[in-house]
């Protein structure tokens, strides 16, 4: 699979500019267009998503540091830190960072929100326990550089943990390529898999990179850089025409269809 969507005739600064504007105005779970108080955040978040409170225990990090890398709407951070994490919230765009410090406020929390580039975190070595970062390192095409920054911040023996795209999943095979790439003829067009898969992946059209990974392709990539690294498949969902992430039960030898491919990889 192509590792770059066709920017034949965009620079690779106008490409960057791409991503950013719209990260810049399509946060998830930020919901501007249907404002939500906090607790609907919530609720709707771990509601659809539900695995996530069992498998990244956002409560057993009490005394800890923690930084999350691509806050979005702040929903997460603010589970670090109702579970007793010194949590540090950093994201590219700045309706992110917007969004996180008004959901903290709201939800009384305490936590440090900045604005920065995570190739490029303005933050010393060796200083925090876990770095988090869900459904992120998938949209940035210089991932290896997302993944030195995080090995340089993190603590000997600390935990990078979060969730890609799986590209073995149903929603990636039917939602996207057939519905979108087979069916509305957008490959035979001469649309890369990776072209269709980050015009679809989100809510929204328009966005600029989504790289969607095998099992074995992120394990390798993360074991490039971190040791000890553990990935496993969650959120059996498709997205039909006109309704999205309807869930579906599957045979337990066929759980790796689901679309999110969580990892989990320690730094030694």
């Given at each position: 699979?192509?590792?770059?969507?066709?920017?034949?005739?965009?620079?690779?600064?106008?490409?960057?500019?791409?991503?950013?504007?719209?990260w810049?105005?399509?946060?998830?779970?930020?919901?501007?267009?249907?404002?939500?108080?906090?607790?609907e955040?919530?609720?709707?978040?771990?509601?659809?998503?539900?695995?996530?409170?069992?498998?990244?225990?956002?409560?057993?990090?009490?005394?800890?540091?923690?930084?999350?890398?691509?806050?979005?709407?702040?929903?997460?951070?603010?589970?670090?830190?109702?579970?007793?994490?010194?949590?540090?919230?950093?994201?590219?765009?700045?309706?992110?960072?917007?969004?996180?410090?008004?959901?903290?406020?709201?939800g009384?929390?305490?936590?440090?929100?900045?604005?920065?580039?995570?190739?490029?975190?303005?933050?010393?070595?060796?200083?925090?326990?876990?770095?988090?970062?869900?459904?992120?390192?998938?949209?940035?095409?210089?991932?290896?550089?997302?993944l030195?920054?995080?090995?340089?911040?993190?603590?000997?023996?600390?935990?990078?943990?979060?969730?890609?795209?799986?590209?073995?999943?149903?929603?990636?095979?039917?939602?996207?390529?057939?519905?979108?790439?087979?069916?509305?003829?957008?490959?035979?067009?001469?649309?890369?898999?990776?072209?269709?898969?980050?015009?679809?992946?989100?809510?929204?059209?328009?966005?600029?990179?989504?790289?969607?990974?095998?099992?074995?392709?992120?394990?390798?990539?993360?074991?490039?850089?971190?040791g000890?690294?553990?990935?496993?498949?969650?959120?059996?969902?498709?997205?039909?025409?006109?309704?999205?992430?309807v869930?579906?039960?599957?045979?337990?030898?066929?759980s790796?269809?689901?679309?999110?491919?969580?990892?989990?990889?320690?730094?030694?």
């Open positions: 699979m192509d590792s770059q969507p066709n920017r034949a005739r965009v620079s690779k600064w106008d490409f960057s500019k791409r991503i950013r504007e719209f810049s105005n399509a946060v998830p779970m930020t919901f501007e267009d249907k404002p939500k108080s906090y607790e955040k919530r609720r709707f978040r771990y509601d659809l998503q539900d695995y996530m409170q069992e498998v990244f225990r956002f409560d057993a990090f009490a005394g800890k540091r923690v930084l999350e890398i691509g806050s979005g709407a702040g929903i997460d951070s603010a589970e670090f830190i109702r579970g007793g994490a010194e949590t540090v919230s950093m994201d590219f765009s700045l309706l992110a960072v917007r969004s996180t410090k008004l959901l903290l406020k709201e009384g929390l305490d936590g440090d929100v900045v604005l920065a580039d995570a190739r490029h975190l303005p933050l010393r070595d060796s200083q925090f326990d876990l770095v988090y970062s869900f459904g992120v390192i998938h949209h940035v095409p210089d991932v290896a550089g997302v030195c920054e995080v090995g340089r911040v993190l603590r000997r023996n600390g935990l990078f943990t979060g969730m890609v795209y799986n590209r073995d999943s149903l929603l990636y095979a039917y939602s996207i390529m057939y519905l979108h790439g087979i069916r509305k003829g957008l490959i035979a067009q001469g649309l890369s898999e990776i072209d269709v898969v980050s015009r679809f992946s989100e809510r929204l059209t328009g966005n600029q990179y989504t790289r969607a990974y095998t099992r074995d392709e992120i394990a390798e990539l993360l074991g490039r850089f971190f000890h690294v553990l990935v496993d498949t969650y959120y059996n969902v498709i997205d039909m025409v006109g309704r999205r992430k869930k579906f039960r599957i045979d337990t030898r066929q790796d269809l689901g679309w999110h491919l969580v990892f989990k990889a320690t730094k030694i």
